[in-house]
Each structure stands twice: as structure tokens, then as C-alpha cells.
């Protein structure tokens, strides 16, 4: 039952943290002067190792989470957990953003909204897998 709307979120939302890898964050004047096509940012996710592990496994979680259809409960347990990284990873990012000399200077860039993009397809995947436990636990009562 991959073709499911949850299966949608799910890889929405592992999309939008995967994208955090390609996207700066936080962009300086400086790298807005430069005109390469990969200017130096004032933060991105790989500045920091544990954020980078932090959403790179929230990213393999709701990808691996998608294949677990058969199995609703390990899906939503996988999905609250990649929620978790998630959350660690906006919190670790923005330790690392205040705690950098250049926050006075950065600006927000597009990747600022990916996280939040992630953390609502995710829970939308999970209110839709639980709507489906539900379900299925309603028409086992019937029979």
C-alpha cells in the first residue's frame, strides 16, 4: 500500500531534510558578493557534524519508514522518532547560528524554512497512519 497519502508525506518530509544538505541556512554579504554558484555561506548544515548526523538520520528514518506499510504501530514509532532528530537537529542549528560571530550579519535564506516543512509533513504522515490504525482496529471490531 505504498500508494498511500501518508507514503506522500513521508517522502515530502524526507525530501525537505534532504534538501537542508544543498541549501544554505543563513547566507552573509559576503557570500551574497561572491558570484559563484557555491558561495561560501555563513551556515549550513555541514558546519556542524552532530546536526549533519542529526538530520541525516531523520532523513534515512522517513525514507526507511515509507516501506513499512504492513507494519502501521513500527511506522508511526519510526516516524515520531524521525520527528525527534528533526527537532534536534532545528535545536543544534540553532545553538550553532546564535553561538557563530557572524549572526549579526546573516540573513535567512531559503533552507531556514525546510525543517519546518519537514516537521509538518512528518506529523501529517503520523495523524494519517494512526487515522489508518484506527480504522483498521474499528473494522476488526466488527467481525
Not at 537542508?20 to 555561506?41: H, R, V
Not at 548544515?45 to 546536526?51: A, E, K
Request: hydrophobic share 55%.
Amino acid at each position: 500500500m505504498i500508494q498511500r497519502i501518508q507514503t506522500i508525506f513521508l517522502l515530502l518530509a524526507s525530501g525537505a531534510v534532504l534538501g537542508l544538505f544543498a541549501l544554505p541556512l543563513a547566507t552573509t554579504n559576503e557570500a551574497k558578493a561572491d558570484s559563484t554558484l557555491f558561495a561560501d555561506a555563513a551556515f549550513n548544515v555541514q558546519d556542524g557534524p552532530v546536526m549533519m548526523g542529526a538530520f541525516a538520520l531523520a532523513a534515512l528514518l522517513l525514507l526507511v519508514t515509507i516501506f513499512l506499510f504492513n507494519n502501521r504501530k513500527l511506522q508511526m514509532t519510526l516516524t515520531k522518532v524521525g520527528l525527534f532528530f528533526t527537532g534536534v537537529g532545528v535545536g543544534l542549528g540553532a545553538y550553532y547560528l546564535f553561538n557563530d560571530q557572524a549572526v549579526d550579519t546573516a540573513e535567512p535564506a531559503v533552507g531556514i524554512a525546510l525543517p519546518l516543512l519537514a516537521v509538518i509533513f512528518a506529523y501529517l504522515a503520523h495523524f494519517y497512519i494512526n487515522k489508518d490504525e484506527k480504522l483498521v482496529r474499528s473494522v476488526d471490531r466488527l467481525r
